[in-house]
């Protein structure tokens, strides 16, 4: 296996490997390795089907369900992440800097995202590292994030938050809103440690974080602003350009993700599963 570092701090590509076929031990700790390391892994013309994609997703941590998004039919562990080339001037799944599902009491571990048809261009996905953003913090952040707890909530899928109703939504992307149980904040700290590295992690999510523990919604803001612009800047992240075949591995507790959504005309296609991960500390 060749790891290629795509970016300066995050990102690497993975040369050498067939991920279709049985996972040996070696390779998948190797991969739990890499993952640990990069954050993201990169893979290129992979025949990944929905029984491989699954096997790739359990070697690191177990599969897991996601709420409020609809999977496939018979398939409750796969999301196809699908705009079609008919839906435009519309906002995409994903399309914000975010980290997903933090509100939940166990986020994520992590995500594979395979291409499935992709744009001739556009589409990109962004990742950004946020062991480096939480290492080079100004002292004054650092001040106000170190043993803070930040609260988290389901925001688009509540009540009291949902997005402004003249929104115009994806429909090929079910997204289940309005569960006033989506209202529900949850407290994680604001900085995490990472349990395979020992590695410390900003972890604020500009979707779901409404308010620094006791603070106000109001007196967080500026300084939430201020984090979120030092989290994503630019080197700390790294882009990806989607192949069909391409596969996409990251690792949800200590990065951020966006997906670019500047190819309106093209259809794209992704199959998305996701791995468990435990309680924040
Ligand atoms: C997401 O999982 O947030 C979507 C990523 C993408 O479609 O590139």
Not at 15 to 35: M, N, Q, T
Not at 100 to 108: G, Q, T, Y
Not at 175 to 195: K, L, N, S, Y
Not at 206 to 211: A, F, G, S
Request: proline fraction near 7%.
């Amino acid at each position: 296996m060749d790891l290629e570092p795509v970016a300066g701090t995050i990102g690497a590509e993975v040369k050498g490997v067939d991920l279709a076929g049985p996972l040996r031990d070696d390779l998948a700790e190797g991969l739990r390795k890499a993952l640990g390391e990069h954050l993201v892994l990169f893979f290129r013309d992979q025949q990944l089907d929905v029984a491989s994609q699954k096997r790739l997703t359990g070697a690191f941590g177990e599969l897991m369900a996601v709420p409020y998004v609809e999977p496939l039919a018979d398939e409750p562990y796969i999301v196809a992440v699908l705009k079609e080339a008919g839906e435009t001037g519309i906002s995409v799944f994903g399309g914000a800097w975010h980290s997903d599902f933090s509100f939940l009491p166990r986020p994520p571990g992590g995500s594979v995202l395979l291409g499935v048809e992709v744009p001739p261009f556009g589409g990109d996905t962004l990742w950004a590292n946020q062991i480096i953003a939480y290492e080079t913090l100004p002292d004054d952040l650092k001040a106000v994030v170190d043993g803070r707890g930040a609260v988290h909530v389901g925001a688009p899928y509540g009540v009291k938050h949902a997005p402004a109703s003249d929104l115009r939504l994806s429909r090929s992307i079910h997204i289940q809103r309005g569960d006033p149980e989506a209202d529900r904040e949850v407290v994680h700290p604001a900085v995490r440690t990472h349990p395979w590295t020992g590695r410390k992690a900003l972890f604020l999510n500009p979707i779901y974080t409404t308010r620094l523990e006791g603070m106000s919604a109001e007196d967080s803001r500026p300084l939430l602003q201020r984090l979120y612009e030092h989290a994503v800047r630019p080197e700390f992240t790294c882009r990806f350009r989607w192949t069909p075949g391409a596969v996409a591995i990251w690792d949800n507790r200590a990065t951020l993700h966006y997906a670019i959504n500047d190819y309106d005309g093209q259809r794209r296609l992704m199959y998305r599963t996701t791995f468990a991960g435990e309680e924040p500390y």
